[in-house]
């Protein structure tokens, strides 16, 4: 892998912080119009897979180009499971993360045996055949997708858009405590050890193999909850929602927030959405010519520049002036 | 039957020469900077948007297809310079993160300066199809398979017969010795990205009066040539030869017998056993960086 990065990990408490974070979010959307809503539901999903994502490739120094299909097939499986045979959203999210990670134990047998250049190109292979699979398979609703997704509901009691966040955040919580509670235990300092070098974890005791396969399935777990709880929210889906430039977002949440960083994956997820929305309504003033995902551009730049300027991310230097 | 197969072999040809063009580009970058370049495909996309355009406009098509190539060539220099240069001393996933930004932005950029309208190119001789045994093939299929004879045959003599291209060659074999020996590596890293760059370019060119050009070709071209060039090897230039050509004429007759949506899926589960079962793809050796 190269370059080591210091094994420092971080003793803020992640629950109790997490925990805040949901009540903020409960006190924001209180007051935020709908539109706004949907946009920090999006931003607690995106971090979500970006959680997942920075254990599999921060912590165990492994990289997926494919994170936008499992995020996919938690979508489609919950959104399938709803439409076609009337399952509560709610086991739909525990399916779609259920069925996500059956998927990454599966591809786990081909993937985890490349590393660095070839596993980025075997994730990003895999991730577009599942899409491929996504646009072919006519049972769910092929390229024109499923639409009338059913919302998630306690009782009587049918999710809105305030609802859908607080749900979002919650799970972030979560997961924020959860991947925390990891990254501090023996699993997380043997991930750190693989990512240093694997045959010198193994020479540890470290096994390196099973290790990493947990952490993508786990990695898995996040995006296809995330997905689930994406398809009852946006009501629809299709292969388009998850092609290879959603992957793409995945890696750049990652990498401006800080590979190795849990809140790094918040804060990228937030910097992400915040900026393609900015871009959005900039863009268009300024260039009136300008369509499409022209924010491609951009993000192309801003990853770029990150990884040149700052490759350890926004949360490197919080962390270099929180010790100082 | 019989005879539908055979044209789609033969479609599969004028692909896989394509693919080839695009796999060669990945191929030199790899061999002389150990680096997996994703933005291949977009320069075979700048090479074919601007040939359409300045032809649109009124250029003769020699002379736009001669300057779409050197518009090509000038973007693999500054993407080098600006983007991969400057994280030199980066670990590999940040390199291959890097080279994902750079696909990312030529593609928005792309679409800045050109929109999203398909641009259309007139093939570079008019005249009937050709026929052979049967199938047909359009006559710029000739310009396509002649440009590839015409790029590995100078790839070839460059390699075996030229000082440079034995320096190349040391180089590749040996980075640390070859710089003692005053082999200039960084020079040769730029030069790498350049000459891949203009062949991703003649690629563009010539498919552009086939499929015509759109802002998101470089994609789906750059991802085809990855797969071609692990197919054939990754250090490898006859394997990327030979792998774009299988992989055409395997997408094509898959995609004819079975479904064309399938074309793709096909194609990356050939990457995906390649990368399980030989690694080192057909005719490369055994992989240096796995």
Not at chain 1, 100 to 129: D, H, M, P, Q
Not at chain 1, 257 to 286: C, D, E, F, M
Request: charged fraction near 5%; proline fraction near 4%.
């Amino acid at each position: 892998m190269g370059c080591v990065l210091p094994i420092r990990v971080s003793s803020v408490a992640y629950g109790p912080i997490g925990l805040v974070l949901l009540v903020v979010v409960a006190a924001i959307v209180w007051v935020l119009p709908p539109y706004y809503t949907g946009l920090i539901t999006l931003i607690g999903l995106y971090a979500l897979v970006a959680i997942g994502l920075n254990l599999f490739m921060g912590y165990a120094g492994q990289v997926s180009l494919g994170q936008a299909a499992f995020f996919g097939v938690g979508a489609y499986t919950s959104a399938a499971l709803a439409v076609k045979a009337g399952v509560s959203p709610w086991f739909g999210m525990v399916l779609g993360a259920a069925a996500a990670a059956l998927v990454a134990y599966a591809l786990s047998f081909v993937a985890l045996r490349l590393r660095e250049n070839l596993l980025a190109l075997a994730t990003l292979a895999l991730g577009i055949v599942i899409n491929v699979v996504f646009n072919q398979w006519d049972f769910i609703g092929g390229s024109s997708g499923l639409k009338d997704i059913p919302g998630f509901r306690i009782g009587a009691y049918v999710f809105d858009q305030r609802a859908y966040a607080i749900l979002a955040w919650a799970l972030v919580a979560i997961g924020i405590w959860f991947a925390g509670n990891l990254v501090r235990s023996n699993f997380g300092r043997s991930l750190i050890a693989i990512s240093a070098g694997e045959l010198g974890a193994q020479a540890l005791g470290v096994h390196a193999e099973r290790l990493k396969r947990q952490t993508f399935v786990l990695s898995a777990v996040y995006a296809g909850a995330a997905g689930a709880v994406y398809a009852s929210q946006a009501s629809y889906i299709d292969p388009t929602s998850f092609s290879f430039l959603l992957s793409v977002n995945f890696v750049l949440m990652s990498v401006i927030g800080g590979l190795r960083s849990l809140w790094g994956a918040v804060i990228g997820a937030t910097v992400v959405v915040a900026l393609g929305q900015i871009l959005q309504n900039v863009v268009p003033i300024v260039l009136p010519s300008a369509r499409g995902d022209f924010q491609g551009f951009f993000l192309g730049v801003i990853l770029i520049a990150m990884l040149i300027l700052l490759p350890r991310g926004i949360t490197s230097r919080l962390g270099e002036a929180h010790r100082a | 039957m019989i005879a539908s197969l055979w044209q789609y072999v033969l479609s599969g040809v004028v692909d896989g020469a394509i693919f080839a063009l695009v796999a060669a580009g990945f191929v030199l970058i790899y061999q002389v900077t150990g680096l997996i370049n994703f933005a291949q495909g977009e320069f075979a996309m700048i090479g074919a948007m601007t040939a359409a355009s300045l032809a649109t406009a009124g250029m003769p098509t020699p002379a736009a297809a001669g300057l779409a190539v050197l518009a090509a060539a000038v973007v693999g220099a500054i993407c080098y310079l600006l983007a991969i240069r400057p994280a030199r001393a980066a670990t590999g996933v940040t390199l291959i993160f890097i080279t994902l930004g750079l696909d990312v932005a030529l593609r928005g950029l792309a679409l800045f300066v050109w929109g999203t309208n398909p641009l259309s190119l007139n093939a570079f001789s008019s005249g009937n199809a050709i026929q052979i045994f049967g199938g047909a093939l359009p006559p710029q299929a000739l310009w396509v398979l002649g440009s590839d004879v015409v790029v590995f045959v100078a790839l070839y003599l460059f390699f075996r017969h030229t000082y440079a291209g034995t320096a190349v060659r040391a180089a590749v074999a040996n980075p640390p010795i070859a710089s003692t020996f005053g082999i200039p590596l960084r020079t040769f890293a730029f030069w790498s990205f350049v000459v891949a760059a203009a062949i991703g370019g003649i690629g563009g060119v010539m498919i552009a009066p086939i499929t015509s050009a759109t802002y998101d070709m470089g994609l789906t071209l750059g991802l085809a040539g990855f797969v071609a060039a692990v197919l054939g090897g990754l250090d490898s230039l006859p394997g990327a030869l030979l792998g774009g050509f299988v992989l055409g004429i395997v997408e094509h007759v898959a995609g004819g017998l079975w479904s064309t949506g399938w074309e793709q899926g096909v194609g990356f589960l050939i990457l995906v056993l390649v990368l399980v079962l030989r690694p080192q793809g057909l005719l490369g050796r055994a992989a240096r960086r796995a």
